[in-house]
């Protein structure tokens, strides 16, 4: 897994919600991505470790992301 592709997809997904005017998530999207991008472990490393609450863990990501990035770790989609 790699981090700078799931933050380059949460950073679209924060562009798409934009266009969209819906509040909220597009700053939640955002900031998720810029902490993912620096993390110095892979998420993938992280959630084998401990699951969605090691996820949750990660600053900026609450449950629903923390939902996303299991799907990424798991399917390799979003």
Known sequence: MN??????????IALYL???DVPFKPQAYGRAATTIETLSESVDTMYK???MR???K???VGASI???IREY??????
């Not at 981090?3 to 679209?12: W, Y």
């Open 3 to 12: 981090n700078q592709e799931l933050a380059s997809i949460f950073s679209n």
């Open 18 to 20: 934009a266009v969209d």
């Open 49 to 51: 470790r401990g699951g």
């Open 54 to 56: 090691e996820l949750e």
């Open 58 to 60: 990660i600053p900026g």
């Open 66 to 68: 923390a939902e996303k």
């Open 73 to 78: 770790v798991q399917t390799g989609k979003v």
